[in-house]
Structure formats: C-alpha cells, structure tokens
C-alpha cells in the first residue's frame, strides 16, 4: 500500500482522536439504540418461539451486533466529497499525484478503525452486559463475521463514494444523500432483518448490495449461517465490492471530464 495513503489514514485516526468525548456520547447513543428495540422486539415475540428464522435470543445478539457494527462501517464520505466539489476544493486534488477516491477512502477507513477500537468494542461490552446477547463459539464464526465487518465498511463506503461523487451532475445532491442513509439502514437489515419482510420485497432485497452491509455480517454471527455457509455469504459481499468498483471508477473518469466549480 501506497505510504501515502497510510499516512491519510493515520491523519484521520488523530483528527478523531482529539474530538474522541463525542463518541463517548456516540457509545450511549447506540446503546439506547439497542435497548429500545430490545424491549421492542421482546414485546413482539411475546410467547412466540421464532419469527423469521429468529429466535428471540438471537433477534437479541442480531439487533446488538448490527447497531455496533453500524458504530464501525458508517461515515459521511458522501458529504465530504459533495462539500469538496461544492466549495471548488475538488480542483486541487485533481493536480495531485495521488489518486482522490482512494485517499477518501483511506481516511474513511482510518475513521472506521478509530470507531471500531473507542465506538464498537466499548459499546458491544456494555450491550453484553446489558442485554442478553449470544457470542458465538465457533472460530470460524468469529473470523467470518470480522472478515465480512470489514466488506461491510468498503461496501457502505463504495456506495458513499458514489452518492457523493454525483454531486458533480446535480449540483446538489442533498436530497440523494439523505434519501441513500434511510435505504441504507432499512434495506441492508438494521432496521428489521431482510428475513421479516415480505417474499416479494425480501427477494428483492436480496439482488441489492445492501443486505452485503448488515444482514449477512449479523446472520453469520447470529449462528444463522454457519460451516460453508459462511464462505457463501463471503462471496456474496466479494461480488458486489467488485460490481461497486465499476459505477464508482466510470462516474469519477466522467467526472474529471467536467469539472464544474459551484458559485466560481
């Protein structure tokens, strides 16, 4: 890797480091989180056994997880990238020896990691001792899910790229920006388990690369796929980091060819 790039990454690892108390009220945020649909889930099983292919123990370890895995792959990389294109600070970087997308994405990923180490870890050991969550027993669960964790944030990050980038063809690109967070959270499984919905809609869902981001990381440590199944789920998320790759490289090669500064 490019030292270059480690050096981004490591940048933004510092700079969210120095405003590290508003992830201490991030941890309490996530947690509330959790608890609210806890009781709310626990309100709806009532005396049912399983709904969706989810027991109640395991709707509890999926909605802890998903929301602490959230605390890990979440940035705003689409607005960072809109207010760079907004402002005119786009044009240096195309002078730069240094491709942008990819220093996006290297400072997401030293964001991702300096939430993954203060946001998700803390917040997982208190949702643990809070609520009753099942950890896995099988190794191959907890590889799998970490492996996949990290498809989760290049996935969400591909799609943030992506949002972000098209503010070079609408100018504004709020609408779009906040319209792709909802989609986001509600079609990958954070919300309600793509399992809940109805067949047409959940078939549906499953040909989008958002159940890539939540669903499948939180089947697999839920238990819910195991053994081989895992590697299945695996290439699933493989298979749309590189289909993403494509959307993200054209609109960015478009982009360079009309550079257009808002207000100058």
Request: zero cysteines; aromatic letters at 16%.
């Amino acid at each position: 890797m490019n030292s270059a790039f480690i050096d981004f990454m490591r940048i933004r690892f510092l700079t969210m480091l120095a405003y590290r108390v508003n992830y201490y009220s991030g941890i309490l945020i996530y947690t509330l989180n959790i608890g609210v649909y806890y009781f709310t889930w626990q309100a709806i099983y009532g005396s049912s056994g399983e709904i969706g292919g989810f027991t109640a123990a395991q709707m509890t370890t999926y909605v802890a997880v998903s929301w602490m895995a959230r605390a890990f792959y979440f940035n705003n990389l689409d607005r960072e990238i809109a207010a760079d294109i907004r402002d005119g600070s786009i044009a240096i970087q195309f002078i730069r020896p240094i491709n942008y997308v990819m220093v996006k994405m290297m400072q997401g990923l030293g964001e991702g990691i300096f939430r993954f180490l203060l946001l998700m870890i803390p917040g997982m050991i208190i949702a643990i001792l809070l609520f009753p969550v099942e950890l896995p027993t099988a190794p191959s669960a907890w590889i799998g899910f970490l492996v996949m964790l990290f498809f989760s944030f290049i996935i969400n990050s591909q799609i943030n790229v992506i949002t972000g980038l098209a503010a070079f063809f609408v100018e504004n690109n709020e609408g779009m920006m906040r319209m792709k967070r909802v989609v986001v959270d509600l079609f990958s499984g954070l919300i309600i388990p793509i399992s809940l919905y109805p067949d047409w809609l959940s078939t549906i869902m499953k040909v989008l690369p958002f159940q890539a981001i939540t669903y499948l990381p939180g089947s697999v440590f839920t238990g819910r796929v195991e053994g081989t199944g895992i590697w299945n789920v695996l290439g699933i998320q493989v298979l749309w980091f590189v289909l993403l790759l494509i959307p993200m490289v054209l609109i960015w090669r478009q982009a360079r060819k009309r550079l257009f500064v808002q207000g100058g």
